[in-house]
């Protein structure tokens, strides 16, 4: 009897064991597939049980839950909303996908919410690093016509758990110009951004852009023609990493300028105290320091 219920025991034992093991091995392979929302307003995340057993069967099945609707109606998988994925290639973490010029129809939300949805996606495999997307062969430009380039999950803010708002309404302070372009005058613009983009880089954007054409005396205080390469904030210090157009000098507008309106409009921020000014990386050796503070001797009113 003693012998019965000790060999019970060890048969439940190992059913228990496998049953565990099972279950463990099966939430080590789940993975979050994104997917864009009907009113293309934000992306959900639904867990999915990867089969794959090799690198490359998992990318090519988690490109195939991305082209295939989720069971939920009120859902759409990113890669069937119009276009066509081309091709895909993976070489040392960076994975490039192609798609066909019907990409270009997308709004620009909906736009946003499927890189968002594909990045996050993709970048939970170990060999995936970051993402691009180009269109036939042409890198994917921004709507100010820049490069997106190679990007990674955490360019995506995520928000209330699940939902990754596209858009949400900001009033900032701006530094721009005037007629002579040795002062400065400010102008508030309240204006809808995407969350997907740090509020310093919408900034520097804004300034880029110019001023709006709505309130005269105004000029642009930096050269339109200027790239963004980063922008990040750590410790109270925003660093603004621009290309060498920064420092064409255009309607007289001096460099000098230039630097304040961008230091003036981003130590508007609550986060921001200093600004760095870098060019491709580095401090020019054009600039007195490496470090700027807000200056409001520079600013001026517009003259009635």
């Not at 339109?224 to 621009?242: A, F, H, Q, R, W």
């Not at 230039?258 to 054009?286: D, F, R």
Request: include cysteine; hydrophobic fraction near 40%; charged fraction near 25%.
């Amino acid at each position: 009897m003693k012998k019965k219920t000790g060999f019970l025991l060890l048969f439940v034992c190992m059913l228990l064991t496998g049953a565990c093991g099972k279950r463990k091995e099966e939430a080590e392979n789940i993975v979050q597939v994104y997917y864009v929302s009907n009113s293309e307003t934000k992306v959900e995340m639904h867990s999915h049980v990867m089969e794959a057993d090799t690198s490359e069967k998992a990318l090519k099945e988690l490109m195939e839950c991305l082209a295939t609707n989720p069971e939920k109606l009120e859902y759409k998988a990113p890669f069937s909303m119009g276009f066509q994925v081309r091709s895909y290639k993976l070489e040392e973490g960076n994975l490039q996908i192609d798609v066909d010029e019907a990409y270009k129809e997308l709004a620009p939300i909906t736009e946003i919410l499927v890189r968002a949805a594909v990045v996050r996606t993709l970048t939970q495999l170990p060999e995936v690093k970051l993402v691009m997307v180009t269109v036939e062969g042409t890198p994917l430009l921004d709507k100010k016509e820049n490069a997106v380039g190679w990007m990674n999950a955490e360019q995506f803010i995520d928000n209330d758990g699940n939902e990754i708002n596209t858009y949400e309404e900001a009033r900032i302070r701006l530094y721009f110009a005037d007629e002579s372009g040795m002062k400065l005058i400010a102008a508030d613009r309240e204006k809808h951004y995407s969350t997907n983009t740090p509020l310093e880089r919408f900034v520097v954007e804004e300034l880029i852009a110019g001023p709006s054409g709505r309130v005269e005396g105004l000029y642009p205080s930096v050269n339109p023609n200027t790239k963004i390469v980063s922008v990040m904030t750590k410790d109270g210090i925003c660093y603004v990493n621009l290309d060498e157009n920064f420092l064409a000098v255009v309607n007289n507008v001096s460099t000098d300028v230039s630097v304040y309106a961008i230091v003036n409009s981003l130590a508007e921020l609550s986060n921001i105290n200093k600004v760095q000014i870098l060019i491709n990386g580095e401090v020019p050796s054009s600039l007195p320091t490496s470090t700027f503070e807000r200056n409001l001797d520079i600013v001026t009113t517009v003259d009635k």
